[in-house]
């Protein structure tokens, strides 16, 4: 049954921003969409997407044309896989349009999955275990952990007052870089490069580089050139405040 044409566009570009903004990959956003699409009614719908816009249409005897701009981009994997699931009970008929739209606009204000502290907590404990996994001596354990908990937090804080994602990046990664090179002047630590090395591992973009390779691979040139620029800098910004530190205090 054919729904309302401005209630399918606004269903299908709140489903497809909540998934650009939470690390879903550009071919998963236009598969969502158009499958939203095709369950309400449309199957001839159109959409272009790139990181910092959708632009969605719908042809017919009423055509239809709209934009959404992404403003903000974090990763939450648990929204994408909640938009996912709405997806799939539309296309099986489970869900009205009514019902779906409801439905994502409490995804979207939904707070993230994980609290701050339980993000600090694996950050930290992932830097430590990266520092075993690089053969670093267990006596290193504890500073790294300290270090790549202390520098995640700060990253998190600093996200929520400064725009500039880029900014946060460099200041965390400037505070690793010092409490790790205190830690072995102090004598707390010993192997100075490799409890940097685990310690920003946890800012490292990880899931941004994957998703621009697979973005390229599937043909969406603009979305995969502009995460990967987007990966770059955010690697520079850890290595700039890393050689930063370095050059000043050590």
Same mark, same amino acid.
């Given at each position: ?22 690390? %879903? ?6 598969? &969502? ?35 959404? %701009? ?10 994408? &896989?909640?938009?996912?699931? $709405? ?104 192997? *100075? ?9 946890? *800012? ?20 995969? $050139? ?7 800098? &955010? ?9 930063? &530190? ?5």
């Amino acid at each position: 049954m054919a729904t309302d044409y401005y209630m399918t566009a606004e269903l299908c570009l709140l489903a497809g921003k909540i998934i650009m903004q939470n690390g %879903g990959e550009t071919y998963r956003v236009e598969d &969502t969409m158009k499958r939203i699409a095709e369950a309400c009614g449309f199957p001839d719908s159109q959409c272009f997407v790139t990181p910092t816009g959708i632009i969605f249409a719908i042809s017919g005897a009423n055509p239809i044309t709209r934009l959404v %701009g992404i403003s903000a981009r974090s990763t939450d994997l648990n929204k994408v &896989t909640l938009v996912n699931e $709405l997806s799939r009970r539309i296309s099986e008929g489970e869900w009205s349009a009514a019902e779906a739209l409801v439905r994502l606009k409490e995804i979207e204000r939904a707070r993230g999955a994980y609290p701050g502290w339980l993000q600090v907590a694996s950050a930290a404990i992932a830097s430590g275990c990266f520092l075993i996994m690089f053969r670093g001596g267990w006596n290193d354990f504890g500073p790294a952990l300290l270090a790549g908990g202390i520098g995640f937090a700060l990253l998190i804080s600093l996200q929520r007052l400064v725009p500039i994602r880029f900014f946060a990046e460099f200041l965390a990664s400037m505070m690793i870089g010092s409490l790790s090179i205190l830690f072995v002047r102090t004598g707390i630590g010993q192997e *100075l490069d490799l409890m940097i090395i685990s310690s920003v591992m946890p *800012l490292v973009p990880g899931l941004l580089i994957t998703n621009a390779v697979r973005d390229l691979m599937a043909g969406h040139l603009v979305s995969g $050139l502009s995460k990967g620029a987007e990966a770059m800098l &955010t690697a520079s910004a850890i290595g700039a405040g890393i050689a930063v &530190t370095l050059s000043v205090l050590n």
